[in-house]
């Protein structure tokens, strides 16, 4: 069974520029989350999608971080204009839906985004 | 405070060591606990769950006392491929990651 992928790998890119993340979870599986690590510090949640709705986008810094996912399938993360602190790994995991509590996620390898 | 927090490390031990990892959090509404492992550059895998029973996986114990907030992860007879960062993960609505604490197992 594939694993969540995304792309691109590696995104170097000058500070007013946009740049737009995939992210393609395990197949059959509707939570999907994003999240990001500035180095240095922890991993830290952004978003969550349950199917195609936004269930909760408490982690997104600001209006410059726009999420989608049409269809309930791959989901996108674009920021627009990228700033120097946006620079970071930026991981897409999901998870199966299944009622209360966590289950467990699996993560993509993620995306490291310089922003220069 | 942090909301998950760990041992800061990085522990250093020789081959076939046994090494305990401690972590603390701050939601007493936390429902579910993980422990990942990533390695340098890598994404973080699920290394196991942890269950209010307590929970074993080969050489990996787990162990979750919600008293007092509590989770540890006890390896025995580490290997050199049990190097890594190893991370405490709280599950509420959404994870929320701890520091992680980097373990390196020496030859």
């Known amino acids: 069974e594939a694993g969540v992928t995304q792309f691109p790998s590696h995104s170097v890119i000058e500070k007013g520029q946009t740049v737009t993340l995939r992210c393609d979870p395990i197949s059959g599986h509707d939570n999907l989350y994003w999240y990001r690590r500035v180095m240095g510090k922890e991993i830290k949640f952004l978003l969550h999608?349950?199917?195609?709705?936004?269930?909760?986008e408490s982690g997104m810094p600001n209006n410059r971080f726009l999420a989608e996912r049409t269809g309930g399938t791959y989901s996108t993360l674009k920021v627009q204009p990228a700033e120097l602190e946006d620079s970071g790994v930026y991981f897409c995991?999901?998870?199966?839906?299944?009622?209360?509590?966590?289950?467990?996620?699996?993560f993509g390898p993620g995306t490291r985004l310089t922003v220069t | 405070r942090k909301e998950v927090e760990q041992d800061p490390g990085p522990f250093n031990v020789p081959e076939g060591a046994t090494v305990a990892f401690n972590c603390t959090y701050s939601?007493?509404?936390?429902?579910?606990f993980f422990w990942y492992r990533q390695d340098c550059r890598k994404e973080p895998k699920l290394l196991m769950s942890?269950?209010?029973s307590g929970n074993e996986d080969g050489r990996f114990t787990a162990q979750l006392n919600r008293a007092s907030q509590y989770i540890s992860l006890l390896i025995r007879d580490s290997k050199l491929s049990d190097s890594a960062t190893y991370l405490c993960v709280v599950g509420g609505q959404n994870f929320v990651f701890g520091p992680g604490t980097r373990l390196s197992v020496l030859p």
């Open positions: 942890v269950y209010s």
């Open positions: 939601n007493s509404a936390s429902q579910s």
């Open positions: 999608f349950v199917k195609e709705s936004k269930q909760d």
């Open positions: 995991a999901s998870s199966p839906l299944v009622a209360g509590g966590s289950y467990e996620q699996y």
